[in-house]
Structures are given as structure tokens and as C-alpha cells.
């Protein structure tokens, strides 16, 4: 069985500080892990992926995530937070054979001015 | 860019009736899938569905759903007998592909909100 965990229910930075919302997933094989932020009333929008290769993945507005297979982690990262990253994240993981994507609980960021 | 869309964005329905939730996923997509978001919960993997097959399901989705691809760009989720615990945020998503050596992400729609009173 595949699992995703945000230990972090909440992660509250002010406006330019360095951003990390953490993630650990469990899963037989090697994971696909991926990034994605909701914003109030919409859906689930993509951030980034790692699939193979660096373990240092870039994506959207400024956001990279970090690979660690020792530690199953998958943390997403961002040097500078920005008011407007404010929103919920969710980490999530798929197995090599599977259809379906696990979801984490979720973590709400905050960025205060 | 190309948008997931989903129809309506709020249902409102009395427990016991039928609804069907409206999706029209990405045109070159060829996975689709239904989530699920109870208030305050995780997001929930319903189904994904490749084709004209269902090829995955979780326990949720029990003999009370079906999912249809009537024609060429509309994937729906019909729920049979609504029950108070459906009432939940209803996403439907899309991928481009999907296979052992690719891993497209998936591309989510707003969501339906579904309310059985």
C-alpha cells in the first residue's frame, strides 16, 4: 500500500523567508512524487514532479522539492515566499504499478507581510 | 492553456436520488479519474479510467457509482442512491499518459461540491 505524510497540519512564514513544507511517503518500488497547491474553491493545481534522474526538482512559481530516498522524503522548498503562496499543499505519491495517486493531508501555508 | 472543466460547481440533492457530476477533461488526455475531498479531509482516489475500461478503483467506489465516457469529450461520475456521507468536493482530473516509463501529471478540475441533505 502506498501512503503519503504531512507532519505539518500548518507552516506560517513571513513574506521572504526561505518556505518548506515537508513530506515522507511510503510505497513498494520506486515512487513518482508530485507537488500540488489548491487555492480557495479551485481544484488542485500542479506544481512539480519527480519521476527519475536529479533529485533536486524545479517547478512552478519558484518552488523546488528535494528527493531523499535514505529518508522517503520529498520535501517541497521555496527560498522566498511570496503573500500569494498562501494556499494549501499537497504532497503526493504513485507506485511503478499503479493508476491511482495517494494523497497527503495537507498542509495550509501562510505568509504573512 | 487547456483546462479540466467540471459541471456543476455546486449540487444540491436529497439522499436517495441520483445526480450525475459533469466533467470535460483535457481534449489530448487519454487517462481520466474521479477524486474525492470530504470537508476538512484528504483527497480521496475514486477511480481512473482508460479505454472505455475502468482500470483502477478504490473501496469507495462501491456498486452506488458508475462512471460513463458517453461520447468523445465528456467523463461523468453518476452516483445512484446519494447518502448523506457523499456530500463532498467531487474533482475530476486528466493526464496526458501514463505507463511505466512516463508519468504525466494530472491535470484537476475545480471540482463539484456535492451537499445531500
Known amino acids: ?113 | 492553456e487547456p483546462e479540466v472543466t467540471q459541471t456543476p460547481s455546486h449540487q444540491v440533492t436529497q439522499m436517495g436520488q441520483e445526480v450525475i457530476l459533469r466533467c470535460v477533461p483535457i481534449s489530448n488526455h487519454l487517462y481520466f479519474y474521479w477524486y474525492r475531498q470530504i470537508l476538512g479531509q484528504k483527497v480521496e482516489f475514486l477511480v481512473s479510467f482508460y479505454n472505455n475500461e475502468i482500470s483502477e478503483k478504490s473501496e469507495i467506489f462501491d456498486d452506488q457509482f458508475s462512471v460513463e465516457r458517453p461520447d468523445g469529450s465528456n467523463f461523468t461520475l453518476k452516483i445512484r442512491s446519494t447518502k448523506l456521507e457523499d456530500s463532498a468536493m467531487y474533482f475530476c482530473a486528466s493526464s496526458e499518459r501514463q505507463g511505466r516509463s512516463e508519468n504525466s501529471p494530472l491535470h484537476f478540475g475545480n471540482g463539484t461540491r456535492l451537499t445531500v441533505t
Open chain 1, 1 to 113: 500500500a502506498q501512503s503519503v505524510a504531512q507532519p505539518e497540519d500548518q507552516v506560517n512564514v513571513a513574506e521572504g523567508n526561505p518556505l518548506t513544507v515537508k513530506c515522507t511517503y511510503s510505497v513498494s518500488g520506486n515512487p513518482y512524487l508530485f507537488w500540488y497547491v489548491q487555492y480557495p474553491n479551485r481544484g488542485l493545481q500542479f506544481l512539480l514532479k519527480y519521476i527519475t534522474g536529479d533529485n533536486l526538482v524545479k517547478g512552478s512559481y519558484g518552488f523546488e522539492a528535494e528527493f531523499n530516498k535514505s529518508q522517503t522524503s520529498f520535501h517541497l522548498k521555496k527560498p522566498s515566499a511570496l503573500v500569494s503562496d498562501s494556499a494549501l499543499y499537497f504532497c503526493a505519491v504513485r507506485g511503478f504499478n499503479d493508476y491511482k495517486l495517494s494523497f497527503g493531508a495537507g498542509t495550509t501555508v501562510t505568509v504573512r507581510a
